[in-house]
Nanobody, 119 residues
Framework: QVRLAESGGGLVQVGGSLRLSCVAS????????MAWYRQAPGKQREWIAS???????????SVKGRFTISRDNARDNARNTVYLQMNSLKPEDTGVYYC?????????WGQGTQVTVSS
Protein backbone atom coordinates (compact mmCIF):
# COMPACT_ATOMS: atom_id res chain seq x y z
CA GLN A 1 0.00 0.00 0.00
CA VAL A 2 1.28 3.45 -0.92
CA ARG A 3 1.45 6.19 1.70
CA LEU A 4 2.49 9.82 1.51
CA ALA A 5 3.88 11.60 4.53
CA GLU A 6 4.42 15.37 4.63
CA SER A 7 6.65 17.25 7.03
CA GLY A 8 8.26 20.63 7.48
CA GLY A 9 5.32 22.85 8.29
CA GLY A 10 5.27 25.25 11.20
CA LEU A 11 5.00 28.82 12.36
CA VAL A 12 7.19 31.42 10.66
CA GLN A 13 7.31 35.19 10.52
CA VAL A 14 6.65 37.23 7.41
CA GLY A 15 9.63 37.01 5.08
CA GLY A 16 10.77 33.72 6.53
CA SER A 17 11.31 30.38 4.85
CA LEU A 18 10.15 26.80 5.23
CA ARG A 19 10.93 23.62 3.37
CA LEU A 20 8.19 21.02 3.04
CA SER A 21 8.89 17.40 2.23
CA CYS A 22 6.58 14.64 1.09
CA VAL A 23 7.83 11.06 1.03
CA ALA A 24 6.03 8.27 -0.77
CA SER A 25 6.57 4.77 0.56
CA UNK A 26 5.22 1.33 -0.11
CA UNK A 27 4.78 -0.75 -3.23
CA UNK A 28 5.65 1.88 -5.84
CA UNK A 29 5.93 1.17 -9.53
CA UNK A 30 6.15 4.37 -11.50
CA UNK A 31 5.57 7.97 -10.47
CA UNK A 32 4.40 10.58 -12.92
CA UNK A 33 3.52 14.01 -11.64
CA MET A 34 3.99 15.33 -8.13
CA ALA A 35 2.30 18.46 -6.87
CA TRP A 36 1.57 20.65 -3.88
CA TYR A 37 -1.78 22.16 -2.95
CA ARG A 38 -2.84 24.32 -0.06
CA GLN A 39 -6.08 25.16 1.69
CA ALA A 40 -6.42 28.44 3.50
CA PRO A 41 -9.00 28.82 6.27
CA GLY A 42 -12.47 29.17 4.79
CA LYS A 43 -11.24 28.67 1.22
CA GLN A 44 -11.12 25.86 -1.27
CA ARG A 45 -8.00 23.85 -1.80
CA GLU A 46 -5.84 25.35 -4.54
CA TRP A 47 -3.01 24.03 -6.64
CA ILE A 48 0.37 25.66 -6.01
CA ALA A 49 3.02 23.86 -8.00
CA SER A 50 3.68 20.66 -9.90
CA UNK A 51 6.56 18.77 -11.44
CA UNK A 52 6.32 15.96 -13.97
CA UNK A 53 8.56 12.93 -14.32
CA UNK A 54 10.22 14.74 -17.22
CA UNK A 55 11.00 17.66 -14.96
CA UNK A 56 8.45 20.12 -16.32
CA UNK A 57 7.55 22.57 -13.57
CA UNK A 58 4.57 24.89 -13.17
CA UNK A 59 3.65 27.39 -10.47
CA UNK A 60 0.66 29.37 -9.34
CA UNK A 61 1.37 32.98 -10.27
CA SER A 62 1.25 34.21 -6.69
CA VAL A 63 4.12 31.94 -5.63
CA LYS A 64 6.38 32.31 -8.67
CA GLY A 65 9.82 33.50 -7.70
CA ARG A 66 9.25 32.59 -4.04
CA PHE A 67 8.50 28.86 -4.05
CA THR A 68 10.55 26.09 -5.63
CA ILE A 69 9.32 22.54 -6.21
CA SER A 70 11.78 19.71 -6.70
CA ARG A 71 11.76 15.94 -6.59
CA ASP A 72 14.05 13.11 -5.61
CA ASN A 73 13.46 9.65 -6.98
CA ALA A 74 15.46 7.24 -4.84
CA ARG A 75 13.96 4.19 -6.45
CA ASP A 76 16.37 1.78 -4.85
CA ASN A 77 14.96 2.65 -1.46
CA ALA A 78 11.37 2.76 -2.72
CA ARG A 79 11.27 6.29 -1.30
CA ASN A 80 10.23 9.09 -3.54
CA THR A 81 10.19 12.61 -2.28
CA VAL A 82 8.88 15.92 -3.46
CA TYR A 83 9.97 19.15 -1.82
CA LEU A 84 8.58 22.65 -1.66
CA GLN A 85 11.04 25.35 -0.69
CA MET A 86 9.08 28.43 0.37
CA ASN A 87 10.86 31.77 0.72
CA SER A 88 9.65 35.30 1.39
CA LEU A 89 6.54 33.94 3.04
CA LYS A 90 3.47 36.14 3.36
CA PRO A 91 0.45 35.93 5.67
CA GLU A 92 -1.67 34.85 2.69
CA ASP A 93 0.51 31.74 2.38
CA THR A 94 -1.02 30.44 5.61
CA GLY A 95 -2.90 27.20 5.27
CA VAL A 96 -2.69 23.44 5.25
CA TYR A 97 -0.31 22.20 2.58
CA TYR A 98 -0.95 18.89 0.87
CA CYS A 99 1.20 16.91 -1.49
CA UNK A 100 -0.06 14.57 -4.16
CA UNK A 101 1.76 12.04 -6.28
CA UNK A 102 0.44 10.19 -9.31
CA UNK A 103 1.72 6.68 -8.69
CA UNK A 104 0.91 3.70 -10.88
CA UNK A 105 -1.94 5.62 -12.56
CA UNK A 106 -3.58 6.69 -9.32
CA UNK A 107 -3.57 9.88 -7.25
CA UNK A 108 -2.35 9.65 -3.68
CA TRP A 109 -2.59 12.44 -1.12
CA GLY A 110 -0.78 13.19 2.08
CA GLN A 111 -2.49 14.15 5.32
CA GLY A 112 -1.39 17.78 5.13
CA THR A 113 0.97 19.96 7.13
CA GLN A 114 0.08 23.31 8.65
CA VAL A 115 1.96 26.44 7.62
CA THR A 116 1.26 29.62 9.55
CA VAL A 117 2.86 32.93 8.59
CA SER A 118 2.58 35.58 11.27
CA SER A 119 2.83 39.29 10.63
Amino acid sequence: QVRLAESGGGLVQVGGSLRLSCVASGNIGSIDAMAWYRQAPGKQREWIASITSAGTISYLDSVKGRFTISRDNARDNARNTVYLQMNSLKPEDTGVYYCTQYIDYRDYWGQGTQVTVSS
